[in-house]
T-cell receptor
Framework: GENVEQHPSTLSVQEGDSAVIKCTYSDSASNYFPWYKQELGKRPQLIIDIRSNVGEKKDQRIAVTLNKTAKHFSLHITETQPEDSAVYFCAQTRYNNNDMRFGAGTRLTVKP | DTGVSQNPRHKITKRGQNVTFRCDPISEHNRLYWYRQTLGQGPEFLTYFQNEAQLEKSRLLSDRFSAERPKGSFSTLEIQRTEQGDSAMYLC??????????FGEGSWLTVV
């Protein structure tokens, strides 16, 4: 599998504001793009994912967009809350490839 | 509950010693993965099992690392002659629909 670049590495927002994290990839055959949230000392937890046959997916306050042409996908969190503070990882892989590649993570801090 | 139990949760060992981690999927899962996560980084793929067959191994997996999944149920990851660079969290994950994976709580290894 190919690696994925994730930006920014840290992000600080005020409670109620929106947060956006972006990832770029190089493997044009990639077709599955999950996002994980990891709180300190805990496991990465799947929060949302998107497959290449759609351009956007939303689940309450979180959404993911995918631009296959530009090879990037983004996580959007609206109306942020302090409990959204965590490290977020994007990942990507292709069908039948079991080597899922993760970004280096974004540390999100939501200030009350 | 991710359906994956790992133990021990924490292990401190002296350099040169062998350690073994165990992963127990709570119910039947054909696909089982091991990942490693060091501080400040995303998870890195180590190896993948389809039932009892180890189908993929990362180049990161040196000869000191060995994984097994007898009978296609629980899995073990053994590290021989541990080095300080092996200090990390070792994550077991189960596969779900498509390429989706869910991580267990992880096993922290500290090599002193």
């Amino acid at each position: 599998g190919e690696n994925v670049e994730q930006h920014p590495s840290t992000l600080s927002v005020q409670e109620g504001d929106s947060a956006v994290i972006k990832c770029t990839y190089s493997d044009s055959a990639s077709n599955y793009f999950p996002w994980y949230k990891q709180e300190l000392g805990k496991r990465p937890q799947l929060i949302i994912d998107i497959r290449s046959n759609v351009g956007e997916k939303k689940d309450q306050r979180i959404a993911v967009t995918l631009n296959k042409t530009a090879k990037h996908f983004s996580l959007h969190i609206t109306e942020t809350q302090p409990e959204d503070s965590a490290v977020y990882f994007c990942a990507q892989t292709r069908y039948n490839n079991n080597d899922m590649r993760f970004g280096a993570g974004t540390r999100l801090t939501v200030k009350p | 509950d991710t359906g994956v139990s790992q133990n021990p949760r924490h292990k401190i060992t002296k350099r040169g010693q062998n350690v073994t981690f165990r992963c127990d999927p709570i119910s039947e899962h054909n696909r089982l993965y091991w990942y490693r996560q060091t501080l400040g980084q995303g998870p890195e793929f180590l190896t993948y099992f389809q039932n009892e067959a180890q189908l993929e191994k990362s180049r990161l997996l040196s000869d000191r690392f060995s994984a097994e999944r007898p009978k296609g149920s629980f899995s073990t990851l053994e590290i021989q002659r541990t080095e300080q660079g092996d200090s990390a969290m070792y994550l077991c994950a189960r596969g779900a629909d498509g390429n989706t994976i869910y991580f267990g709580e992880g096993s922290w290894l500290t090599v002193v």
